[in-house]
């Protein structure tokens, strides 16, 4: 039988001398651009840079933290017909290597050049409590009202739909007799900002096959 791995290994890197650049997309008050900065002023993402936000509401407030730290902004609206193919052009003049969508909530079409580069965070353990409609609080709402005891967040690769791409890493979180949607949120929140950044690692060190649907991290 045919080896069906698949290694995914980011194309066109810098060398090894020079950053990796990351393109965020987001929609509104940026936490996630924010828990990225942090990360990289505190050296956990050292040889990273950010080299452009991008939003698609011209008044998301991520925009303001991008602004205050000199990284070029674009905003591209969804009501553009060719909103994808936007914001994929400004990722490329920006020569950005990774893109990071965090809490972007129009559905982007990831062309063939970026496939295996986009990464998405979630607020819930995929499959469940996503796709279209899953977004902030009605995700964790609809955890509490289905009783679980485990919640938590998923970083996976962006496709062409809405979360259904190859999961690269999950972090679970409890889920308390006593969890209001909102308190559930920032536990779940405070996952995000170890997920995000180690899944970013682990993408640009190119220690990823695929078994079916399966990614297999493999050692360094």
Do not use: W
């Not at 080299?51 to 933290?65: M, Y």
């Amino acid at each position: 039988m045919p080896d069906s791995s698949i290694a995914y290994v980011p194309r066109q890197l810098p060398a090894k001398d020079g950053p990796i650049r990351l393109a965020v997309c987001i929609s509104g008050g940026g936490t996630t651009l924010a828990n990225l900065l942090e990360k990289i002023d505190q050296g956990l993402l050292t040889g990273f840079e950010i080299s452009i936000v991008i939003s698609d509401r011209s008044d998301a407030k991520g925009l303001e933290i991008a602004t205050s730290r000199s990284i070029p902004t674009a905003v591209v609206h969804r009501k553009d017909l060719q909103m994808s193919a936007l914001i994929f052009q400004k990722i490329r003049s920006a020569k950005a290597d990774m893109v990071v969508l965090g809490g972007f909530l129009s559905l982007l079409f990831v062309p063939d050049d970026y496939q295996h580069r986009v990464l998405n965070i979630h607020p819930s353990l995929i499959p469940a409590f996503c796709g279209r409609g899953y977004f902030g609080k009605a995700v964790h709402k609809a955890a509490i009202d289905a009783g679980v005891k485990f919640s938590g967040c998923t970083v996976h690769f962006a496709d062409r739909s809405y979360d259904t791409g190859p999961i690269i890493i999950q972090k679970v979180v409890d889920v308390l007799d006593d969890d209001t949607p909102d308190s559930l949120a920032k536990r779940v929140f405070q996952a995000e900002c170890e997920a995000l950044p180690e899944a970013i690692r682990i993408v640009a060190s190119g220690n990823l096959e695929q078994h079916g649907r399966r990614m297999v991290i493999k050692p360094s």
